[in-house]
Nanobody
Framework: QVQLVESGGGLVQAGGSLSLSCAAS????????MGWFRQVPGKEREFVAT????????IYTDSVKGRFTISRDNAKNTVYLQMNSLKPEDTAIYYC???????????????WGQGTQVTVSS
């Protein structure tokens, strides 16, 4: 059983930065793709970024390209999301997730963290 624990959310002014972390339990972390998703009340959970098991390949949703960076440290079983130039519309609960497939499809992710709140004030 895999457990994912996010940390690093908080309140920041527009234009500021936050860094999220997600620590995973279990073995063979490098075999799995990791993704970040976000959700606001009343809306569906949306894809933000994903990274392959090796860390060599990444995909971002258009709205965060050039501002967010996903990375991972397989020795620490941890994935990161560095968020710069934050905007009020980035406000959401952010979730990390694990998948056996490198994909942007939220339905293909098997394990999820509890989420961490990110609030960007204008």
């Amino acid at each position: 059983q895999v457990q994912l624990v996010e940390s690093g959310g908080g309140l920041v002014q527009a234009g500021g930065s936050l860094s999220l972390s997600c620590a995973a339990s279990g073995r063979a972390f490098s075999r799995y793709a990791m993704g970040w998703f976000r959700q606001v009340p009343g809306k569906e959970r949306e894809f933000v970024a994903t990274i392959s098991g090796s860390g060599l390949t990444t995909i971002y949703t258009d709205s965060v390209k050039g501002r967010f960076t996903i990375s991972r440290d397989n020795a620490k079983n941890t994935v990161y999301l560095q968020m710069n130039s934050l905007k009020p519309e980035d406000t959401a609960i952010y979730y990390c997730a694990l998948s056996s497939t490198f994909t942007v499809d939220v339905g293909r992710y098997d394990y999820w963290g509890q989420g961490t709140q990110v609030t960007v004030s204008s």
